[in-house]
Every structure is written in C-alpha cells, then in structure tokens.
C-alpha cells in the first residue's frame, strides 16, 4: 500500500517568514494530494490540494507543488502569521483505494 | 447544511462499559471514515464503509466495531471500554471521483475518555 512521509515533524518560523513542509509517496500511481491543517482542538480542514496533472497549486498566501518523479509534494506558506500556528498533514490517495494515506504532521509555530 | 456532525462531543467511561459515537453526513457521500487521534500522534484509521451495508478494517480495528445501516449514519461501537481507547475520535466523509475517494471532510471530533 502507500506510504506517505512528511517532514519535519516541528518547523517555527518568525512572523513574515516562508514556510516549507515536505511529503514524499510511495506509490507512483497516487494521484491526488490534499492538505489538512488542523488547528488545537479542532477538527482537521482541507486547505489546499493538487492532483497529478497539474504541477503547482496556488491559493493567496499558500501553494502546493507536485514533483512526479522523485514522488514529492510540498506545502509553501508564504508572509505567515501567528494565525497559521497549528499542525498540518499531507496525504496521498491511489486510484482504486477508498482510503487517503496521511503523513504524521507537522507542527507550525510562528512567533510574532 | 451541517456537513459532518458527531456526537457526543465529550464522553468519560468507566473501564468496561461500552458506548456508541454517532456520524451523520448531510452530502450525499458514499464513503465514511472512523479515525482516532493521540496526543502528538496522527490521524489513525479504525474502520470505514464504501457503501450503505458495508464496513471494512482500517489500521486499528481491535475492540471496535462499526454499522452502516443508513447512508448518512456510521456508527462507532466500543463494547468493553479500555483505558487504551482514551483517544479523540474524527468521523469523516468523502465523495466518490471517478471510481475512487477523494477529498475528505471531517467532523468535529469526539473526546473519550476512559477510566
């Protein structure tokens, strides 16, 4: 089955600063990748996601890029904000499988 | 329209009794999902349904069980609660997409305890 690895597990940034977090697939039929982030106690929200024919994504400050052949995806958020603090995981689904494949997470802090 | 509802939204066991968190979905989704989260940990799959009628293991099935009488409805069952299952519990849903599952909408979560 697929398996998804996403790092780092922890990223903390300054106010105004890019972040960059990075997953990577196992199985090169995957064919679309979703965002969630999830802020403290709260359920998890798609942000953003991509699907295998396009190579990047881009909404306001966030963007999603898809690299095929090394078989990673990569979150950008751009000018963050203490607002973007919360933990954000990756996914990946198979053509024919029920099930999306998450990555661990990663936790976010931007301090102000 | 709610989307994905759960209840309860908290809940504190007694070691051994047993309970049931009730999904309801509002989209029209063929698929439903049940998932447990730990502190620090990720999204851990339970069980999930493709269809009214049907239910399928996901990575961690024990000492749980699921129903999917209704297409909207997909129940989570713990007949013998374990301080283990201490957990918050995340129902979701998703539409079909060309004979596969795509984006997934989730619930607010279900907090457990279990003493």
């Known amino acids: 089955g697929e398996n998804v690895e996403q790092h780092p597990s922890t990223l903390s940034v300054q106010e105004g600063d890019s972040a960059v977090i990075k997953c990577t697939y196992s199985d090169s039929a995957s064919n679309y990748f979703p965002w969630y982030k999830q802020e403290l106690g709260k359920r998890p929200q798609l942000i953003i996601d991509i699907r295998s024919n396009v190579g990047e994504k881009k909404d306001q400050r966030i963007a999603v890029t898809l690299n095929k052949t090394a078989k990673h995806f990569s979150l950008h958020i751009t000018e963050t904000q203490p607002e973007d603090s919360a933990v954000y995981f990756c996914a990946a689904i198979s053509p024919g499988y029920s099930t999306l494949t998450f990555g661990k997470g990663t936790m976010l802090l931007v301090s102000p | 329209n709610a989307g994905v509802t759960q209840t309860p939204k908290f809940r504190v066991l007694k070691t051994g009794q047993s309970m049931t968190l009730l999904c309801a979905q509002d989209m029209n989704h063929e698929y439903m999902y049940w998932y447990r989260q730990d502190p620090g940990m990720g999204l851990r799959l339970i069980h999930y349904?493709?269809?009214?009628?049907?239910?399928a293991k996901g990575e961690v099935p024990d000492g749980y069980n699921v129903s999917r009488l209704k297409k909207q409805n997909f129940l989570l069952g713990l007949e013998s609660a374990a301080p283990s299952q201490t957990s918050v519990y995340f129902c979701?849903?998703?539409?079909?997409?060309?004979?596969?599952?795509?984006?997934?909408?989730f619930g607010p979560g279900t907090r457990l305890t279990v003493l």
């Open positions: 349904s493709v269809g009214e009628g049907t239910t």
């Open positions: 979701a849903s998703s539409y079909v997409l060309a004979g596969w599952a795509d984006t997934q909408y």
